[in-house]
């Protein structure tokens, strides 16, 4: 049982980390903006709650987003732990996470900061690729795809986020900065906060991820 937070600003890698971490460990990713993203696409009344926020890089309010991640957690396939990619984003949602997780029992047991400089996020937003099906994470230059446009995982279609526009990758920097980043401090003192240099290529950045892994049990 193992319940893992993966926290760093948008373009930290946090995504394709957590994907890779999945592989190595019996346990599914719960990204909360994935899950926003699928309810837009299904037209649902939580996805059309999300939008305006999401589009203008700001971040859903707390209500909606614990919510939206109780349900997922409630289901079977999260009995064993979970690795949270993009959740908890405010210091309300790490504590409504410490409450939901202890009524099953629980608690989270790390929380790894991906740590990167605010140049390199901008490099990589501007040239990342998402694919349709699963939200698996390319870049033009230091990711790329095998077939252009193909999702070497799942074969879905590649596209980029309409929230990856410059002035919104600036806003959701800003936000992560006023909102996530002092939840570093929430997690430091439950003494289970490991960074990493989330500057290095990414199976440098797995191999620190996991050894920061083995280290916690
Ligand atoms: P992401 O894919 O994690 O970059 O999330 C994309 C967008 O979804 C964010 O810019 C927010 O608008 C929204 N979002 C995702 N996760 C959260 C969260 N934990 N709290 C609030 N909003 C979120």
């Known amino acids: 049982m193992m319940d893992i937070v993966l926290l760093g600003a948008p373009g930290a890698g946090k995504g394709t980390q957590a994907e890779l971490l999945r592989e190595w460990l019996p346990i599914p990713r719960v990204?909360?903006?994935?899950?926003f993203?699928?309810?837009?696409?299904?037209?649902?009344?939580l996805g059309l709650k999300a939008k305006s926020y999401m589009d203008r890089?700001?971040?859903?309010?707390?209500?909606?987003?614990?919510?939206?991640v109780a349900d997922r957690l409630a289901r079977p396939d999260c009995k064993d732990g979970v690795i949270f990619d993009g959740f908890p984003r405010t210091v309300a949602q790490a504590q409504a996470l410490d409450r939901l997780l202890s009524t099953m029992g629980r608690q989270i047991d790390l929380a790894v900061y991906i740590r990167v400089s605010e140049q390199t996020l901008l490099e990589r937003l501007g040239g990342r690729w998402t694919c349709r099906a699963h939200g698996h994470v390319y870049h033009r230059l230091y990711n790329p795809e095998q077939v252009p446009g193909i999702c070497d995982i799942d074969g879905s279609e590649l596209y980029q986020r309409e929230d990856d526009t410059p002035e919104t990758q600036l806003r959701r920097i800003q936000v992560y900065l006023d909102q996530?980043?002092?939840?570093?401090?929430?997690?430091?003192?439950?003494?289970?906060?490991?960074?990493?240099d989330g500057e290095q290529d990414i199976?440098?950045?797995?191999?620190?991820?996991?050894?920061?892994?083995?280290?916690?049990?």
């Open 57 to 68: 890089g700001d971040l859903v309010p707390d209500q909606i987003t614990i919510e939206m």
């Open 203 to 217: 199976m440098a950045v797995q191999g620190d991820l996991r050894a920061a892994v083995r280290q916690s049990v």
């Open 31 to 35: 990204s909360s903006g994935d899950l």
């Open 37 to 45: 993203r699928a309810a837009l696409e299904a037209g649902t009344p």
């Open 180 to 196: 996530t980043a002092p939840l570093r401090e929430h997690y430091l003192k439950k003494g289970i906060l490991v960074e990493i």
